[in-house]
């Protein structure tokens, strides 16, 4: 296929499934389990493996050093847990590098901004789908201005939610690139838009899933203000449910799909 020639080298989108470089190539020595659960909240995942409810299973490598992969058991089946990095980027390429180790199955959790200040610390939100304001998603799919997260997974991570009568908000959400670029007028147009939340990476794993043929979906808590003029950053403010618990809620789920 040749590359139609854009205006914009972000649009020059190619379809081709194979690459020139490509996760296999790094030949790791280890596999991980179907359901997979990616955790920005490296504190907790340290928790986790100290109190010895998981295992390390592997290590993903990068120049920053060594990623690791742990792994627990839920409900019987064995869930992969593993800490992406911040931003589309580095993250998308996680995913990839999971898939290709045998992960099929994802749940998200992380972080985020909050658009509207009526939001609490803490609260928990669900993106249905994510304006893709960063690069990496058109990497994997067409130019579009959204894309929306795995339909089952979604329905998964919601039952489970309801299911503990857990309160949670679904919602778009406002992936970018620039974390100290969240102008007031980019507020305003995304608020205009629907968006609750604003983060780095949904839009660019619901590309990669999409892509790849994987289910994902993911669950973000409430972190910082960004709706008025002046940034909010609420870190002593009381949460009713904690970073744990979201890390809970998403093993559960991943567990489900």
Request: charged share 20%; net charge positive; with cysteine.
């Given at each position: 296929m040749k590359i139609?020639s ?5 649009l020059e989108f ?9 996760p296999?190539?790094?030949?790791y020595?280890?596999k991980v389990?179907e359901n ?5 909240f490296?504190d ?5 493996y100290?109190k ?19 792994e627990t ?5 064995k869930?992969?847990l593993f800490?992406?990095g911040?931003?589309?980027p580095?993250?998308a390429?996680?995913?990839?590098e999971?898939?290709s180790?045998?992960?099929?199955k994802f ?7 909050v658009?509207d200040k009526?939001?609490s610390a803490?609260?928990l939100?669900?993106?249905t789908?994510a ?9 994997y799919l067409p130019?579009g ?7 089952s997974a ?6 489970t939610l309801?299911k503990?009568?857990i ?9 970018t690139d620039?974390?100290?670029?969240e102008t007031k007028e980019?507020v305003k147009?995304?608020?205009s838009?629907g968006c609750?939340?604003?983060e780095m990476e949904a839009?660019a ?5 999409e892509?790849?043929?994987?289910s994902?979906?993911e ?8 709706s008025?003029?002046?940034w909010d950053?609420r870190?002593?403010?009381e949460?009713?449910i ?5 890390v809970?809620l998403?093993?559960e789920?991943c567990?489900?799909?």
């Open positions: 139609k854009e205006v914009y080298p972000i190619d379809p081709d499934k194979t690459s020139v470089t490509n296999e190539t790094l030949r020595s280890f389990p997979c659960v990616l955790c920005f490296n907790v995942l340290l928790s986790l100290k010895g409810v998981t295992k390390i299973i592997g290590n993903a490598t990068s120049s920053m050093g060594r990623f690791p992969i742990y058991e839920f409900n019987g089946r869930i992969a800490n992406p911040v931003g589309a580095l993250a390429a996680f995913l990839e999971i898939i180790l045998g992960g099929r749940i998200a959790c992380g972080g985020a901004g658009l009526k939001i803490g609260h939100l669900v993106p789908s304006i893709r304001d960063e690069g990496t998603s058109y990497h130019p201005r959204e894309i929306g997260a795995n339909p979604l329905r998964t991570l919601t039952n309801t503990h009568n309160k949670y908000l679904l919602t778009k959400t406002w992936t620039a974390f100290y670029r980019k147009l995304r608020q838009e609750l939340t604003v839009s794993l619901f590309a990669v899933a892509f790849r043929g994987v994902l979906a669950l973000l808590y409430a972190a910082d203000d960004v008025d003029d002046i950053i870190s002593t403010k949460r009713e904690t970073k744990q618990d979201v809970n998403s093993i789920a567990s489900m799909l």
